[in-house]
């Protein structure tokens, strides 16, 4: 079993390329989420996307798009990256309101 | 708003020693749940354990176990016996049990060594 599946694992932009982070899942999730993870303040929500058609903000959207393709995939988007943006970004998912989510393995993302 | 607070920045531990990370919380939520996730140097997310906030009993799973302290909002993990496989970096994590959004709010990490 794959679970939730990220592409790619690592990767270097220019400042002011565009990117699309992919995420897939296998598990029927309803739920979907992009974190990103800096040194000293964990992992904190950019997007969510409750279910099929939806997506909401969290803490920090600023700079970033995502698309809910369908059930099984939620991408982010970077329009024109910024060395801020620099992180580590986890794509998670999980049935909603009380059961862990179950994230993916990753993407380094280095934005000089 | 919801925060998690995690004190201590790094932590370390003699193998097969018992060690305790502190997680505490802020939140006027009745209805949570309360996790640990364990961040091994291959950058995986992986689950440790799972608290219900209406659950009085202290969750437990092999050699990890909580303490949960919901007046206080303190919600620690112990490690027990432990391994060099357990160093790693630790969450503590709060998931609002109301509007069925499922988001997760992670607190800042603690880094666990555990030494031979």
């Known amino acids: 079993n794959a679970g939730v599946t990220q592409t790619p694992k690592f990767q270097v932009l220019k400042t002011g390329q565009s990117m699309t982070l992919q995420c897939a899942q296998d598990m029927n999730h309803n739920s979907m989420y992009w974190y990103r993870q800096d040194p000293g303040m964990g992992l904190r929500l950019i997007y969510y996307?409750?279910?099929?058609?939806?997506?909401d903000k969290g803490e920090v959207p600023n700079g970033y798009n995502v698309s809910r393709l369908n059930k099984r995939e939620f991408s982010l988007r970077l329009e024109s990256a910024a060395p801020s943006q620099t992180s580590v970004y986890f794509c998670?998912?999980?049935?909603?309101?009380?059961?862990?989510?179950?994230f993916g393995d990753g993407t380094r993302l280095s934005i000089l | 708003a919801q925060t998690v607070t995690q004190s201590q920045p790094e932590m370390s531990v003699q193998e097969a020693e018992t060690v305790t990370l502190s997680c505490t919380y802020d939140t006027s939520e009745s209805n949570y749940y309360l996790f640990w996730y364990k961040q091994p140097p291959s950058r995986q997310m992986i689950l440790v354990i799972r608290?219900?906030?209406?659950?009085?009993q202290n969750a437990t799973e092999n050699r990890f176990s909580v303490n949960f302290q919901k007046a206080a909002k303190s919600f620690s993990l112990k490690i027990s016996d432990s391994q060099l496989g357990d160093t790693a970096m630790y969450f503590c994590a709060f998931m609002n049990g109301s509007g069925n959004t499922g988001k997760l709010i992670f607190g800042q990490g603690t880094t666990l060594q555990v030494k031979p």
């Open positions: 608290q219900e906030a209406y659950k009085q």
């Open positions: 996307s409750a279910s099929e058609g939806t997506t």
């Open positions: 998670a998912s999980n049935v909603p309101s009380n059961q862990p989510q179950h």
